[in-house]
Nanobody, 115 residues
């Protein structure tokens, strides 16, 4: 079993910044793919930024140049630095970890961008 706990969401004005943190615990071996997804009201869950199995990063076009994903492998923790936030970034952000083809999800953290 794997547990994912997200933190760092909140309310921010357009142009502001937030940093999300996801701490993974449980039965974790090696450096599994981890990343962030988000789901806005009435929309499907979408990829935001992830680390692939090979350690490469993958970003949604809508966040390139504004968001940065990073990780601390020793702590099994992944971060998402979000800058220049826009109204359309408002969503619940979910941490994801893929272990042997199975996707684990965190409980989600709300990010609201509003003036």
């Amino acid at each position: 079993q794997v547990q994912l706990v997200e933190s760092g969401g909140g309310l921010v004005q357009p142009g502001g910044s937030l940093r999300l943190t996801c701490a993974a615990s449980g039965s974790i071996f090696g450096i599994p793919p981890m990343g962030w997804y988000r789901q806005a009201p009435g929309k499907e869950r979408e990829l935001v930024a992830t680390f692939t199995r090979g350690g490469m990063t993958n970003y949604a076009d809508s966040v390139k140049g504004r968001f940065t994903i990073s990780r601390d492998n020793a702590k099994n923790t992944v971060y998402l630095q979000m800058n220049s936030l826009k109204l359309e970034d408002t969503a619940v952000y979910y941490c994801n970890l893929n272990k042997l083809g199975y996707n684990y999800w965190g409980q989600g953290t709300q990010v609201t961008v509003s003036s």
